[in-house]
């Protein structure tokens, strides 16, 4: 996910290294920081691999800094990592947010309607936190309090989602038939 970041955010816009770290951050949470020994090695890879390219800035009153763009060939990677993101790209929700931030990207409707119905056919699996006899457990059926919160906490969430993604993809479908 963190390449998919990396491309997205500079698909946005050229970027210095420490900007790129702030917004990556940002997008998954304190509790996933970005730390320099890794945003650094992959900026390297993709770098490497021709998806983006450095150049030297000036900088204002200090040492030169790096701009980092997305090349052609860093365009079309993300759009063919967007259109076809792993399983746990669907099913791990900071991956699906890093996949969703980016989507937008990909500009063909039914293309993004099809990872949309991934997430979809993922959603209405049943599923909880926590089971009893391979049965998945519901809020009421939980006497701790504090997994019922969190039974109840993921069932407005996804509920909440459920809702955006049939409306995202009604429109979607929309734009299609046009």
Do not use: C
């Amino acid at each position: 996910m963190l390449e998919l970041a990396i491309l997205g955010f500079l698909h946005d816009a050229p970027l210095h290294g420490y900007e790129l770290r702030k917004r990556i951050t940002a997008l998954t949470g304190h509790m996933k920081p970005v730390a320099e020994s890794t945003l650094y090695p992959a900026i390297k890879r993709l770098e490497k691999a021709g998806l983006l390219a450095r150049r030297t800035q000036p900088g204002a009153g200090a040492a030169p800094r790096h701009v980092l763009t997305l090349t052609a060939e860093g365009q079309t990677e993300l759009r063919r990592r967007l259109a076809h993101p792993a399983d746990v790209d669907i099913t791990d929700e900071n991956r699906w947010f890093t996949v969703l931030a980016f989507l937008r990207h990909l500009d063909d409707p039914p293309a993004q309607a099809e990872v949309l119905e991934r997430r979809l056919a993922f959603l209405r699996q049943p599923s909880s936190f926590f089971y009893e006899g391979g049965r998945p457990l519901r809020a009421e059926e939980v006497e701790d309090p504090f997994r019922r919160g969190i039974l109840t906490i993921a069932r407005a969430t996804s509920q909440a989602e459920l809702s955006w993604l049939r409306r995202t993809l009604d429109t979607l479908r929309a734009a299609t038939d046009d």
